[in-house]
């Protein structure tokens, strides 16, 4: 006799019906983020240039969204001065931050100063972008002066809204960087994402559901746990 509907328990009815909804929930959730991909989690800890005038790729942040080999984002972590006339401010984490097509811009400080954005900031063709190059945090030392309004000081973490071009120019897509700001004044990379369809706007911090491998996890534990139930409804009607 078969093993329909009929036969099996009420327990076993929720069951099955508990994996198909969360089959369901997974591959919805998919399917509506499809265009965002994310790093993963990152730590890359990038220390500032000791001397003015040097250069290290350990202090360079490099970021290619799309891995078409043109970087999209890119914050130098520099020391040097340079203001004209010098004014003996070290700018601690100068951070020149770079992207093809241009930086969400500090609303308070005006263009030319990257915003610290917190989670949840949407990222769209309405969003202020300003010129390609842009500071984290200047005049830091000794005297803090904009430095101490900047919104990337030491100890700032939050997003970085970028916009970049794609299709050899043709087209512009959306992302954002997360960044922190250590007590060093190291730059810590701590993730990025970007929306693959142009001009679709992309959430700060939001990352893709999980794959298509949970929702095979989530099925495989459904029919596990109902195997299991069966067996040991047949183990006491024997």
Same mark, same amino acid.
């Given at each position: 006799m078969s093993d329909n509907h009929e036969n099996k328990t009420p327990f076993e009815?929720?069951?099955a019906g508990y994996a198909l909804a969360c089959g369901a929930a997974v591959l919805g959730a998919n399917q509506a983020d499809a265009g965002v991909h994310y790093s993963g989690p990152l730590n890359q800890s990038y220390g500032p240039i000791?001397?003015?005038?040097?250069? /290290?790729?350990?202090?360079?942040?490099?970021?290619?969204? !799309? #891995?078409?080999? !043109?970087?999209?984002?890119?914050?130098?972590?520099?020391? /040097?001065d340079n203001e004209d006339p010098f004014d003996g401010d070290a700018d601690i984490v100068r951070g020149l931050v770079g992207a093809s097509a241009g930086i969400v811009f500090d609303n308070v400080l005006g263009d030319g100063f990257a915003a610290n954005l917190s989670a949840g900031t949407l990222i769209s063709g309405a969003s202020d972008f300003g010129k390609t190059t842009q500071k984290l945090s200047i005049d830091s030392v000794p005297t803090p002066s904009i430095g +101490?309004?900047?919104?990337?000081?030491?100890?700032?973490?939050? &997003?970085? #809204? %970028?916009?970049?071009?794609? !299709?050899? #120019? +043709? /087209?512009? !897509?959306?992302?954002?960087?997360?960044?922190? *700001?250590?007590?060093? &004044?190291?730059?810590?990379?701590?993730? &990025?994402? &970007?929306?693959? %369809?142009?001009?679709?706007?992309?959430?700060?911090?939001? *990352?893709?559901?999980?794959?298509?491998?949970?929702?095979?996890?989530?099925?495989? +534990? #459904?029919?596990?746990?109902?195997?299991?139930?069966?067996?040991?409804?047949?183990?006491?009607?024997?």
């Open positions: 009815r929720r069951l000791p001397v003015a005038g040097t250069s /290290d790729p350990t202090n360079t942040v490099e970021v290619d969204f !799309n #891995g078409d080999s !043109n970087l999209d984002f890119i914050a130098v972590n520099g020391f /040097d +101490a309004a900047a919104p990337w000081n030491a100890g700032a973490s939050g &997003y970085v #809204g %970028v916009s970049f071009f794609t !299709n050899g #120019g +043709a /087209d512009i !897509n959306f992302g954002w960087v997360e960044l922190e *700001i250590g007590s060093g &004044y190291e730059v810590i990379l701590k993730g &990025y994402a &970007y929306e693959d %369809v142009p001009l679709t706007a992309i959430v700060t911090g939001a *990352i893709p559901e999980p794959s298509s491998l949970a929702l095979l996890a989530c099925g495989a +534990a #459904g029919v596990f746990a109902l195997n299991a139930a069966r067996k040991r409804r047949v183990a006491k009607s024997a």
